[in-house]
């Protein structure tokens, strides 16, 4: 079943972690929409979300968490916007 809560949409699960950082990005005001894509089990370094590259709609992040890892795409007309919230939350400058 697909339907949207403040700005997510939710279609697939999200991983462990997840849903608060992507609600918490979603009161932005620049954002348009998120939309998380398919878990993929693997084993990735570390827990957080990490800013991948833009594209023509916003940006792309990746989610990390417990042995998965999720793609979650953010529709935004200022992805520089994004990024310094990721920097924000994970103390790098």
Known sequence: MKYRHN???R????IEGAVGW???LAACPEITDI???VI????????GI???YETKTGCKLL????GSIQEVFVVTSEPQV???WIQARSGRP
């Open 50 to 52: 990490t800013f991948q």
């Open 22 to 24: 992507l609600e918490d």
């Open 7 to 9: 700005k997510i949409k």
């Open 35 to 37: 939309i998380p894509g």
């Open 63 to 66: 989610v990390k968490s417990g």
């Open 11 to 14: 279609e697939h699960s999200m």
């Open 40 to 47: 993929n089990r693997r084993r990735p370094s570390g827990q």
């Open 82 to 84: 994004v990024q310094k």
